[in-house]
Nanobody, 122 residues
Framework: QVQLVESGGDLVQPGGSLRLSCQASGFTLNYSAIAWFRQAPGKGREGVSCISNNAYYSELVKGRFTISKDNTKNTVYLQMNNLKPEDTAVYYC??????????????????WGQGTQVTVSS
């Protein structure tokens, strides 16, 4: 059974940093794609970053966010630096087990975590 559990969300001041974690179980990261999406109040869910054999970023976060994975821990991380108020959202990780092709199309992901809240405010 595929499960994803996010953690690391918090309240942080503008310019601050956070690291989100996505603990996966029921499959291995080696031959899969894992993406981070976010959803702000009143807005749709948007892709932020994805990792498979390579890493991909949306233009909104490129240069500020870094995605990485630890296959030994079956965990994907999202390091977020220089956070802005517009980064405030619930962040979700999503998986494409055994499909190592990244995508920012949410309907291509069948497995989702419960989300973790990131709030950037002074």
């Amino acid at each position: 059974q595929v499960q994803l559990v996010e953690s690391g969300g918090d309240l942080v001041q503008p310019g601050g940093s956070l690291r989100l974690s996505c603990q996966a179980s029921g499959f291995t990261l080696n031959y899969s794609a894992i993406a981070w999406f976010r959803q702000a109040p009143g807005k749709g869910r948007e892709g932020v970053s994805c990792i498979s054999n390579n890493a991909y970023y949306s233009e909104l976060v490129k240069g500020r966010f870094t995605i990485s994975k630890d296959n030994t821990k079956n965990t994907v991380y999202l390091q977020m630096n220089n956070l802005k108020p517009e980064d405030t959202a619930v962040y979700y990780c999503a998986a494409r087990p055994r499909q190592p092709l990244c995508s920012f199309l949410k309907w291509e992901y069948g497995s989702w975590g419960q989300g973790t809240q990131v709030t950037v405010s002074s």
